[in-house]
T-cell receptor, first 116, second 114 residues
Framework: EPEVTQTPSHQVTQMGQEVILRCVPISNHLYFYWYRQILGQKVEFLVS????????KSEIFDDQFSVERPDGSNFTLKIRSTKLEDSAMYFC??????????????FGNGTRLTVT | AQTVTQSQPEMSVQEAETVTLSCTYDTSENNYYLFWYKQPPSRQMILVIRQEAYKQQNATENRFSVNFQKAAKSFSLKISDSQLGDTAMYFCAFMKPRDDKIIFGKGTRLHILP
């Protein structure tokens, strides 16, 4: 069964550094998402992306965050200047049709980001 | 704002038993989607079951079924004949049709004991 893959599985970075989290969505999917889960807390929506642009973003997704689909397969989340509170598990997801119409999201295994 | 509440942080049951995980939600919407996701130790979030609010019939997927009570805003998950591989964190989740975001509950950690 096709999967969403995320790399790396664990990233450690120093406060103030830029990080890029990478995702390869399922190949025929058109809608892409990033979610995060701070340890012990809820999984939270960050952003959705379709047709090379952001379709929705949460209040968490401020100017420090950006997303990109640099080629036909990768979907990236960039954090420009990491803060301690950015430490979390970041999940990428994709869906065949628009999630807002109930199309199921397929999640990756997550990237654990640790900011020191 | 929509909220999803899972009142059981942690549960343990013996293998082969049936277990029910509770979920309630709050919304003023009439139509929406509800989900249960499973997160095993491998960390991947796996869709277990999906329910559309306008469908009265409860969704089932093999050993997994839901009890959807729209008026009570309740969406519980029943796992029959539980297996060791069912050990995971289970998240109840809500989505309304005009949004892209899924709203998750805090999760219930389920342990299946041999």
């Amino acid at each position: 069964e096709p999967e969403v893959t995320q790399t790396p599985s664990h990233q450690v970075t120093q406060m103030g550094q830029e990080v890029i989290l990478r995702c390869v969505p399922i190949s025929n999917h058109l809608y892409f998402y990033w979610y995060r889960q701070i340890l012990g807390q809820k999984v939270e929506f960050l952003v959705s992306f379709y047709n090379n642009e952001i379709s929705e973003k949460s209040e968490i997704f401020d100017d420090q965050f950006s997303v990109e689909r640099p080629d036909g397969s990768n979907f990236t989340l960039k954090i420009r200047s990491t803060k301690l509170e950015d430490s979390a598990m970041y999940f990428c997801a994709s869906s065949e049709a628009m999630g807002r119409w109930g199309s199921p999201l397929h999640f990756g295994n997550g990237t654990r980001l640790t900011v020191t | 704002a929509q909220t999803v509440t899972q009142s059981q942080p942690e549960m343990s049951v013996q293998e082969a038993e049936t277990v029910t995980l509770s979920c309630t939600y709050d919304t003023s919407e009439n139509n929406y989607y509800l989900f249960w996701y499973k997160q095993p130790p491998s960390r991947q979030m796996i869709l277990v079951i999906r329910q559309e609010a306008y469908k009265q019939q409860n969704a089932t997927e093999n050993r997994f079924s839901v009890n959807f009570q729209k008026a009570a805003k309740s969406f519980s998950l029943k796992i029959s004949d539980s297996q060791l591989g069912d050990t995971a964190m289970y998240f109840c989740a809500f989505m309304k049709p005009r949004d892209d975001k899924i709203i998750f509950g805090k999760g219930t950690r389920l342990h299946i004991l041999p």
